[in-house]
Structures are given as structure tokens and as C-alpha cells.
């Protein structure tokens, strides 16, 4: 088996993650001849700058500055999209489908929002789009949900899924910093963007929630139904108090099954201090999923890089050596449930979500107003868990009301929030920060 010539491989886009796979592939290349059955050879690499890509590859592949040629040669078997983002990428991911070859991507935009169509695309020519490091660069949570865990009833998923965010919330608990200068800090390490409006406003880790509550729930990707909250205006003193009362705050993906329907949100939540998941720091990932089975597991590791995201998007290229041959209908649907088993569950719009919240309200200090504001709480049953009052730092006329609330349904605490926000004295925008208590 071994003297097979090797799978071919075209990639369109050699940057960060494109010369992390041909470096790991060259250095692991024995290994993993051994573990797939025959060898993996990048053999065409497409890129606008061809003299960097020559530069990566030396003469061991064809360098070429068209994605189109890598997709119209015969000779190669699988292309593996590491452009991103929804545009071009679409177009050459459906084309290299149409010419009948496997597809390997890291881009979660992609598939969050196309999905369903590429899926298809994909399941009419009888080829594999496989997608690993599209959700937490190496970490094989796909794999997990998708294969490992196959035998149980998925509950819920939540995870830190967003590096560049995990970093900001790391320096703004640890160094009492605001979050500009904290994003600044996370720009100069190379973590966010020059424009990180994807990672700080969630839309990132919102494309990887939905494509983990698609796997886990067998239902199609629908990124639209996300409910999608960022870390801009997460302020420093709320940190501060969240610690206070024995929680860290992070950016977390949320999928959970409900009665009526299932949950898919990325908001910044109030974590207890003492689970592992609130313990992940800087810019690391962690993925926690609830099986009815297996009880809680948790996958933890780096979510971005050039040789953490290259490890999954190999394993992806050597499940593909290994399968290629088999029948498509035995091969493990792309959303781990039969394509025909997918279910129409809704989505909950987040006014039915049901989650505990952290309050922050800017109060007068003068008799009475507790009791105006618990009794607001209480004629919308929504029961407190414990009330913390500090001097706000503007004056002894005012002062910070930090209260936290046991499970109530998300409508029914904005009612509760528009009455307390009308009362004459409370001061500012009440800050409202969901809890999850995850265990
Ligand atoms: N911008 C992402 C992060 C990179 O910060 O985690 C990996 O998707």
C-alpha cells in the first residue's frame, strides 16, 4: 500500500496556516505515510504573491497565482481553501466540488453561512469537504462531536472559541485594564487583527458556535438565527466585581437543546471562578460539551496559529486518503447526522433564552430604593441569588448595586430592566451580563 504514488494536494492561499501544512507535512511526512496508507504531497499551491509562496514551497510543488488552475488539474485530488471569508472563497470552494475534488477548509465563515449549500454541493458529486480547523484551530473538537462522542444525546456545547478575545479578557482581569488598552496590547502581540471587528464583536466565534450546534444537534447551519453580543463594552469594574463574587468573565459560544427549541448564542457570561473553563487564559481555546452519556468532557488547546490549525487541517487530509475510495454513503456525514436525519428544531429567538444575569445599576443612596428595585424583580418572578452593594467611586450620593439573578427567561428580564431603568433613581444604563453556571 505504501508504494501508492501519493494523494496530490492543491492549496489556494499559502499564508500563516498554508506554510504551517507543507512545514508540518515535510517534517511529519513518515508518520503520517504511515498512518494514511500512502503519502501527501502538496504539489500546486496557488497565491496572489507567488514569489512568497515560491519562497515556502522551493521547487517541491508548482506555484501558480490562479486558484482555477490548481482546481482545473487533473492531477490533483484534494484543494484545500485557506483564503477565507465569504467571496471568492464560495466560489472556488463550489467549483473545486464541481470538478469532483475533495476539500479541506479552514474557513468558518464560509460554512456558518454557506454551509448548507456546499454541503450539498458536496453530497451530489459524492466528495468530502472536511473542516477541522475551522473551529478551534488544533483542537479536534469537530472529530469529538462528530465521531467520539457519537453515541450520546448532546445537551449543550459552550466554549471560549475566540483567541484575540480570550487574550483581552485575560489582561483586562489581570492587569485592571479597559478594554481599548487591552485590544491595543492584543493588536501588538500579533493576536487580533488591524481590523478585529470579527474577533471583539463575536462574529467570530458565532460562526464557530453555529457550525458546533449543527454537528451536535443535526440540524442545518443557520449563522442568521445566532444571537451575537461582543466584548466592546464590557467595562473593567464589572470584572472586577464578577471576581468579587467568585466568577471571571469570557466570550463564550453557547448550543443548548431546550424543550422548545435550541439556543445558539456568544455573549460575554459570568463563569464560576473554580470550573476549568474559567481558568483558560491568554489566547488558548476550550470547549466543553455536556453528553448525556459521557457526562461533561472538555477539549482545551491553541484555537489559531500556523502549526496548531496545519495539525487539523492534516488530520483532515489524511482521513480523506484513508476514505476517498469508500462509498460516499459510508463515510461520516459532514454534520455527523444523515444528511436525510437533519432535524427542523428551531432556533430560540434570545428573548426565550433562559439564563442567570449579572446586573450593575448606578443607584441614588437614599432609603428605599433596594426595595423598589427587588420588587420590580420579584412582580416578574425573577428570583435573586445575592446582592452586592460598593461605593461607586462618584461621591457618597451614589452608589453601585450589583445583583445576581437565578435562571430566568431573557424576555421576561427585559420587561424587568425597562421598569428599574425608568425609576428616577437609578443613574445610568444598567449594565446586564448573562451567567451561566455550566455544571
Ligand atoms: N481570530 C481567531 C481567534 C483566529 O482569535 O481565535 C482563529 O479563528
Redesign the pocket.
Known amino acids: 500500500m505504501n508504494s501508492m504514488k501519493p494523494i496530490q494536494v492543491g492549496l489556494l492561499g499559502i499564508g500563516t496556516v498554508g506554510s504551517g501544512t507543507f512545514k508540518v507535512l515535510l517534517c511529519n511526512q513518515e508518520e503520517i505515510r504511515r498512518r494514511a496508507g500512502r503519502g501527501i504531497a502538496i504539489t500546486m499551491v496557488a497565491d496572489l504573491d507567488t514569489a512568497r509562496a515560491q519562497a515556502v514551497v522551493g521547487d517541491s510543488a508548482r506555484v501558480v497565482n490562479d486558484a482555477r488552475a490548481v482546481i482545473a488539474d487533473p492531477a490533483i485530488d484534494i484543494v484545500v481553501e485557506l483564503i477565507g471569508g465569504y467571496g471568492i472563497a464560495r466560489a472556488l470552494v463550489l467549483e473545486a466540488i464541481a470538478a469532483g475534488k475533495h476539500v479541506v477548509t ?1 474557513n ?1 465563515a464560509l460554512l456558518a453561512v454557506h454551509g448548507s449549500e456546499i454541503f450539498a454541493a458536496a453530497r451530489a458529486k459524492g466528495v468530502i469537504v472536511a473542516f477541522e480547523a ?1 473551529v ?2 488544533g483542537i479536534p473538537i469537530i472529530k469529538a462531536l462528530r465521531e467520539g462522542l457519537t453515541a450520546n444525546r448532546i445537551e449543550w456545547v459552550a466554549g471560549i ?7 483581552i479578557l485575560s489582561e483586562m482581569r489581570a492587569k485592571g485594564l479597559d478594554f481599548a488598552v487591552a485590544l491595543a496590547e492584543a493588536q501588538a502581540h500579533g ?3 488591524a481590523d ?1 471587528t ?2 471583539i464583536e463575536g462574529i ?2 458565532a460562526h ?1 458556535a453555529t457550525i458546533m450546534s449543527a454537528i451536535a444537534f443535526g440540524i442545518p447551519v443557520q449563522f442568521e438565527k445566532a444571537y451575537v453580543e461582543g466584548i466592546v463594552a464590557l467595562q473593567a469594574a464589572d470584572i472586577r466585581y464578577a471576581e468579587q463574587l467568585g466568577y471571571r468573565i469570557k466570550l463564550l459560544g453557547i448550543t443548548r437543546r431546550r424543550k422548545a427549541g435550541i439556543e445558539l448564542r456568544v455573549h460575554p457570561t459570568l463563569v464560576p471562578a473554580q470550573r476549568l473553563i474559567a481558568n483558560v487564559e491568554g ?1 488558548m ?1 476550550a470547549v466543553v460539551v455536556q453528553g448525556d452519556a459521557v457526562g461533561t468532557t472538555l477539549y482545551y488547546g491553541k ?2 496559529g500556523s502549526e496548531p ?1 496545519a495539525s487539523a487541517v492534516i488530520a483532515d487530509l489524511v482521513d480523506i486518503t484513508r476514505l476517498h475510495t469508500a462509498d460516499p454513503d459510508h463515510r461520516v456525514p459532514h454534520l455527523a447526522f444523515q444528511p436525510g436525519s437533519l432535524a427542523s428544531t428551531p432556533i430560540l429567538p434570545i428573548g426565550d433564552v433562559v439564563t442567570a444575569f449579572y446586573l450593575r445599576l448606578v443607584v441614588a443612596d437614599e432609603a428605599g430604593v433596594l426595595a423598589r428595585i427587588t420588587a420590580i424583580l420579584a412582580e416578574h418572578a425573577i428570583s435573586i441569588d445575592a446582592v452586592l452593594q460598593r461605593e461607586s467611586g462618584e461621591g457618597e450620593k451614589q452608589t453601585d448595586l450589583i445583583i445576581l439573578t437565578h435562571d430566568t427567561v431573557e424576555g421576561r428580564m427585559n420587561l424587568a430592566l425597562a421598569q428599574m431603568q425608568a425609576l428616577p433613581t437609578v443613574l445610568a444604563p444598567i449594565v446586564r451580563i448573562r451567567k451561566e453556571e455550566l455544571n
Open positions: 479552514a468558518k475551522a478551534a484551530g472559541i475566540n483567541g484575540t478575545t480570550n487574550f493576536y487580533a487583527e478585529p470579527f474577533d467570530d466565534a464557530k489566547a481555546n484555537g489559531a490549525t
